[in-house]
């Protein structure tokens, strides 16, 4: 049903109408993975990206602070921030400086989320994405792996094994780089 739309969409111009009917959607459920997913196809598809996702990102944060476990509206916040490098449309300036804009601005919430909650394994996981890539947040990662294993029972194996990948990839960045390669072939 949704590519159908998609086409339908991209085919007839119905760009307006159907970014109208998503709203009313993820109203009336804003836990509808499909429709999470439809809405970056309408928001974002043929936009300025640059000028599009920060609003998105503001969009999905106010869901998630109706509803902090609303998986969906975490999922799409991460969509936004994996992909904006990705959609620069070119100008790879305005990209990059937006893409540092979004992890700021997604940081301070996800730690203010983490602070009323801190079971917050939405949070808690978007926050070591965006720490995991700079060694200066080691001791952050590391930290925040032991929180959620404590907080987060049933994930309690999953978040020692990240805590125990992550520290391996500090120490031997080559090596873990490498094995990802070979897990692509």
Not at 30 to 56: C, I, Q
Not at 119 to 139: P, V
Not at 156 to 161: D, V
Request: hydrophobic share 40%.
């Amino acid at each position: 049903m949704w590519t159908y739309r998609m086409w339908l969409t991209e085919t007839f111009g119905l760009w307006e109408n159907e970014r109208k009917m998503i709203a009313v959607s993820l109203e009336e459920n804003p836990t509808n993975n499909s429709a999470w997913s439809y809405r970056h196809f309408l928001m974002l598809h043929g936009a300025d990206y640059v000028k599009v996702a920060e609003k998105e990102a503001e969009f999905a944060m106010k869901e998630i602070t109706s509803n902090v476990v609303n998986e969906c509206a975490w999922v799409y916040l991460k969509g936004l921030l994996l992909a904006t490098p990705k959609r620069s449309a070119g100008d790879v300036g305005a990209a990059l400086e937006l893409a540092e804009k979004l992890k700021v601005l997604v940081e301070e919430y996800c730690e203010k989320v983490f602070a009323v909650d801190s079971s917050n394994r939405f949070a808690g996981a978007m926050l070591i994405d965006l720490w995991k890539h700079d060694k200066k947040n080691k001791e952050r990662v590391m930290k925040m792996c032991d929180r959620l294993a404590k907080a987060d029972g049933i994930r309690k194996n999953y978040w020692m094994w990240l805590k125990e990948r992550f520290e391996t990839e500090m120490e031997n960045p080559a090596e873990s780089t490498d094995s990802r390669e070979d897990a692509k072939q």
